[in-house]
């Protein structure tokens, strides 16, 4: 399954530590902007969609924190 290294890690390490390395990952994958203030933000914002994720069981719930940090630069002009 394409999520075999979060398993394996969650396995490894338990879910909170695993949790840190998919987010560093996450963040990672969004180098595209050249920033790496946006690297460490996008980190943030990855361990905030998992942590929602884990505490609800939901993923519904990790897409809405998603959707709200997404729509942040229109809620407050950043």
Known sequence: PPYLIEIKQVALHGPFTALAITS???GLVHFHSGSLLFVGLASVAGWAYGYTYLKTRNVFYAALVHTLVN????????
């Open 24 to 26: 560093v990952f996450f």
């Open 71 to 78: 729509s942040s630069e229109f809620l407050f002009h950043i």
